[in-house]
């Protein structure tokens, strides 16, 4: 089935933001309820919510977007982190006349939540970090799957980007029962992201941050005041289980969910119907499944 079957009755559009340009979003259920904003990972684009956005705009507003750099948002960037993304996030709820939303983000998407949460608490309802980067990594797998991203970047760096090299690098987000739904269409989606002359303004920059010490720039948790889930997978790379949980140990408000349906570190891809069930729920009343 077509990815963009899953987007009837979302609205796609670009909102022009102050400082960071054209935003393309994924809109639905405006007016229905209050505001969800989603964000994804790095290298990624709001299609990874595809089986999100329409699904939870029965309870919600719901709002996916580009990150800058990414998708087809602006790829002008000046300097790009988590804390310049949890700005365009701040001015794009402007934008949309948002003046408090539930923020859900996943990798990079759930880092910039955090951010977020921390300059601007007074913004947030609750959030989800979705197998969530910008947490310490705890086990010695955690840092044998870092080693091997970067083993798998390095092998494409420079290089023209191709049907098979995208095929391999999704394969790791998604849990290999589940490589079935890496089909042509959401593969060559991506590809086609990638080709875009425009993006090579962005990937230095972009580059330059993922190679430099991030450690300054990780999710203050003990700041964290919000109502927060950590949306877990049992097979999340490097950010494993046990990073999960203790990051989850040190935000006042923090409870832990574990899919029960094999995914890795894209759940709201994987098993969409148990995520759309425990964000609900979740968002709505502040409780977990029993």
Same mark, same amino acid.
């Given at each position: 089935m077509s990815l963009w079957l899953?987007?009837?009755?979302? /609205?796609?559009?670009?909102?022009?933001?102050?400082?960071?340009?054209?935003? &393309?979003?994924? !809109?639905?259920?405006?007016?229905?309820g209050e505001t969800l904003m989603l964000m994804h990972g790095v290298g990624g684009h709001l299609e990874a919510y595809a089986k999100n956005v329409v699904a939870l705009a029965d309870q919600f507003h719901v709002v996916a977007f580009d990150f800058i750099g990414h998708g087809l948002s602006e790829k002008r960037l000046a300097?790009?982190?988590p804390a310049v993304l949890a700005e365009l996030l701040r001015e794009l709820m402007d934008e949309l006349g948002?003046?408090?939303?539930?923020?859900?983000? /996943?990798?990079?998407?759930?880092?910039?939540?955090?951010?977020?949460?921390? &300059?601007?608490? !007074?913004r947030v309802l609750r959030m989800v970090l979705n197998t969530s980067a910008g947490i310490p990594i705890v086990s010695a797998q955690g840092h044998e799957d870092l080693k091997n991203l970067i083993a798998l970047s390095a092998r494409n760096a420079h290089q023209t980007p191709t049907?098979?090299?995208?095929?391999?690098?999704?394969?790791?987000?998604?849990?290999?029962?589940?490589?079935?739904?890496l089909n042509e269409e959401l593969v060559r989606t991506r590809l086609g992201y990638y080709l875009q002359p425009e993006l090579s303004l962005a990937s230095p920059v972009i580059g330059r941050f993922m190679a430099s010490d991030i450690t300054p720039h990780l999710i203050a948790l003990d700041r964290v005041q919000c109502e927060t889930l950590f949306l877990w997978t049992r097979d999340n790379p490097i950010h494993d289980l046990a990073a999960a949980e203790a990051a989850c140990a040190r935000v006042a408000k923090g409870q832990l969910y574990v899919m029960q349906a094999d995914a890795a570190?894209?759940?709201?891809?994987?098993?969409?119907?148990?995520?759309?069930?425990v964000m609900r729920r979740y968002l709505l009343q502040g409780t977990l499944p029993a």
């Open positions: 899953d987007f009837l009755g979302a /609205e796609i559009r670009f909102v022009n933001t102050r400082s960071f340009g054209r935003v &393309r979003i994924a !809109e639905a259920g405006k007016g229905r300097e790009f982190s948002v003046a408090r939303a539930h923020i859900s983000g /996943e990798s990079l998407g759930g880092w910039v939540c955090g951010v977020f949460a921390g &300059r601007y608490p !007074e049907f098979d090299s995208v095929l391999a690098r999704m394969q790791w987000l998604m849990h290999e029962k589940n490589w079935g739904l570190h894209w759940p709201q891809y994987e098993a969409p119907e148990e995520f759309n069930a």
